[in-house]
């Protein structure tokens, strides 16, 4: 493990907004992240582009899935395409990856199936995919715990002098939580090779991030000794340089760091929710003007790497995803009620086990009883 101390902690300047696109698709000159990517070529910024409407298409079939009564809940990813694309790409397969519950986007780039990946949402099952296949953990729905996790994982690489990274996605909500402030100790502490990547969509649920925090939230970082980089989340080319450098200065040793993508939640917070109660009438139309989709499309068409043709078999392609998906979800078998106390423990617990008795028990009650008959008559 890396001595804490050994590796001095630059004094980032997180006044800017990094940026290598800008939102009408022109390229930006940025120092700091152009040397990341400067040896990409198409067939990888086509693989970006593809990679984003796949997943928007993915959260709109969601969606309606959702609207149509077959998923109980979704957590829509609208408008945050770049900053799930970019930050995995970035990445190396045996990476371990520790999501919130809105980077499906994530887990399709890994490979995970894709009627698995509605399964919790329907309710058919604790979590969609098996995390040691595509090294992506299990979907968190408590907010911040992600982050220890990862950043336990991140000290058990470092431990065994591994090159790997952990990654622990979040959201601006999730800084106010004392998980993250601990993550943040431990990994600052131990030079642990985690990333912490923030997804400041501007609201968390109801509340605006400026009520939480003061200062950009890369700052709360480097309160704790971690570098911390603020990335425009709607350039997927500066999320991925981003993200890139923060994985080289892990692996070398140079411990974590913290991005902050700026980004914007274009739909709600989940399917229960209405933005519509709590946000301004002009920020869809402010923020659909950086649409990440649309600037990334401009930037390669000027440069002849997206024609037509091509956009229409990614748009082809979307269509089936979207369509698998579907097929997917609407068939997925309902579970055995008994399944719920199946990997509670590793070995046997006694409580557990009455506990199953007892709702054997109950469900046993509802079963019509053999030989019984009902009269005709009137009482």
């Known amino acids: 493990m890396t001595t804490p101390g050994t590796h001095p902690v630059p004094d980032p300047d997180i006044s800017e907004v990094h940026q290598l696109i800008a939102a009408d698709g022109s390229a930006v000159d940025d120092a700091m992240l152009a040397p990341h990517v400067a040896d990409e070529g198409a067939e990888m910024l086509v693989q970006l582009f593809t990679d984003m409407v796949v997943i928007r298409r993915i959260d709109k079939e969601a969606t309606a899935l959702q609207r149509q009564g077959q998923l109980g809940l979704w957590p829509p990813l609208l408008g945050q395409e770049a900053a799930q694309i970019g930050s995995v790409h970035a990445l190396a397969d045996d990476d371990f990856i520790f999501p919130t519950y809105r980077e499906n986007g994530v887990a399709y780039c890994r490979g995970a199936d894709l009627a698995a ?106 309160g704790y000794g971690i570098p911390g980089l603020r990335v425009d989340g709607n350039d997927v080319l500066a999320v991925l340089a981003a993200t890139r450098w923060a994985a080289q200065r892990a692996r070398s040793g140079a411990g974590p760091s913290f991005i902050e993508a700026v980004t914007y939640r274009m739909g709600p917070h989940t399917t229960a929710d209405d933005p519509t109660r709590y946000r301004g009438v002009t920020e869809l139309d402010e923020w659909g003007a950086k649409d990440p989709i649309d600037r990334f499309r401009r930037y390669l068409t000027d440069r002849g790497m997206l024609d037509h043709d091509a956009q229409a078999a990614v748009a082809a392609k979307a269509d089936a995803v979207a369509a698998e998906l579907r097929a997917g979800t609407i068939a997925l078998p309902d579970p055995d009620p008994m399944s719920v106390f199946e990997n509670v423990y590793v070995d046997g617990h006694p409580q557990l086990e009455r506990q199953r008795e007892n709702y054997q028990r109950y469900l046993a009650g509802f079963a019509p009883s053999s030989g019984s008959s009902h009269s005709g008559g009137q009482s």
């Open 117 to 222: 990946m509605m399964a919790t949402w329907r309710g058919t099952a604790n979590t969609g995919w098996n995390p040691y296949e595509i090294n992506v953990a299990t979907p968190q729905i408590i907010i911040g715990s992600q982050t220890l996790h990862a950043t336990g994982y991140a000290m058990g690489l470092a431990i065994e002098g591994k090159e790997s990274v952990a990654m622990a996605y979040l959201g601006d909500g999730a800084t106010s939580e004392g998980d993250v402030h601990e993550a943040m100790v431990f990994a600052a502490s131990f030079q642990t090779p985690v990333i912490f990547f923030c997804q400041n969509n501007h609201w968390a649920i109801s509340e605006p991030v400026g009520l939480q925090s003061h200062v950009p939230l890369a700052g709360r970082a480097i």
